[in-house]
């Protein structure tokens, strides 16, 4: 089968998107597949693989002189390109911004080339962290309270003052559509609230502020209809940005996670019925912050995790007695299934 695998991007997650994409393109290999690689960032003129591939993820994301060398607007000749000629399935694994978010998804529509992972409409509305949260609501999946604002809006001092006197602090400024714990800072006093807006803001027109929930972070990946093992994460030191994800030893993963059998099994089920709340298919993970009073908050659906062979879902899927490999085969057949 050939499979074009697209990586990198224009979004601050591109180094991790290429991270991702190595141990991808080997497994597709190894299983037999034609790949070709597409960073869709690059559009027509695509640099070699080998060089493509040996960027490193380092301890920070890419800055905003190395953003603007690439373009996303290069997302559409790509795809409109031969690059795409003969091609069976995308495998995307692209992250966050014009990747994640049901972008490059329904330019692939448009082609009527199948691609993994989720639709247009549940990427989209995974990768808003607001509208998630809205529908996490709706379904009675529990979730940190929260506020939300537009940078631009007139009304965004009172917006603040308002959700701030509500939720209070401590808690946890986000940008509204980013990964990989980008620009994301727990506010412990109101004197440090500014400078973390203001960092949210440079990558979002939305900012997030939720309720921090002190207590143990789990996540539960999801492989088609299956939940995995629940894993849980704890840095060494701060919380777990991006750096703690991705610096070797910064950070230790306990999976199966040390929780009772019974609270596992809920993590699990909560996990899968709000995976499928959001209308996401095929694989993902879902965060969640046990709280000190048990129930366990969900944060976020991730609906392109990570896939670096060692990787929170790869990691989930080997307790569960499934390789790196088959995870990646699972994947491939799941997205075809119906199309």
């Not at 601050?12 to 080997?26: H, N, Y």
């Amino acid at each position: 089968m050939k499979i074009a695998v697209l990586l990198g991007g224009s979004s601050p997650e591109r180094f991790v998107s290429i991270a991702s994409g190595r141990g991808i393109v080997k497994a597709l290999r190894e299983l037999g597949h034609d790949v070709t690689v597409v960073d869709p960032a690059l559009g027509n003129d695509q640099m070699p693989e080998a060089d493509l591939l040996s960027q490193g993820v380092g301890t920070i994301p890419p800055g905003e002189e190395t953003l603007r060398k690439l373009s996303h607007k290069n997302y559409l000749a790509s795809v409109d390109s031969q690059l795409f000629d003969d091609v069976n399935l995308a495998f995307i694994i692209l992250h966050g911004k014009w990747g994640e978010d049901g972008i490059i998804q329904s330019l692939l529509e448009l082609r009527s080339i199948p691609y993994t992972g989720s639709g247009v409409m549940a990427s989209a509305i995974a990768m808003d962290k607001v509208m998630s949260k809205k529908l996490f609501a709706h379904h009675g999946t529990p979730t940190p309270d929260w506020f939300d604002y537009r940078k631009d809006s007139s009304d965004r001092s009172s917006s603040i003052e308002e959700g701030i006197s509500r939720i209070g602090f401590p808690n946890v400024v986000k940008p509204n559509d980013q990964g990989s714990s980008v620009a994301i800072t727990i506010v412990k006093e109101k004197s440090a609230l500014d400078a973390a807006l203001d960092d949210a803001e440079k990558f979002s027109q939305t900012v997030l502020v939720e309720k921090y929930i002190e207590g143990a972070e789990l996540t539960v990946g999801i492989l088609g209809d299956e939940p995995l093992p629940v894993i849980e994460i704890r840095p060494h030191d701060g919380f777990y940005d991006y750096e703690h994800k991705y610096t070797k030893g910064r950070t230790d993963y306990l999976v199966p996670a040390p929780i009772e059998k019974s609270y596992a099994l809920e993590l699990q089920e909560t996990a899968l019925r709000t995976f499928r709340s959001l209308g996401c298919r095929t694989f993902g993970r879902v965060d969640f912050k046990a709280g000190r009073d048990h129930i366990p908050y969900c944060l976020e659906v991730n609906t392109i995790p990570g896939m670096t062979e060692t990787s929170l879902v790869p990691k989930a899927a080997a307790a569960a007695g499934i390789s790196f490999n088959e995870v990646v085969k699972r994947i491939v057949e799941l997205s075809l299934e119906g199309k």
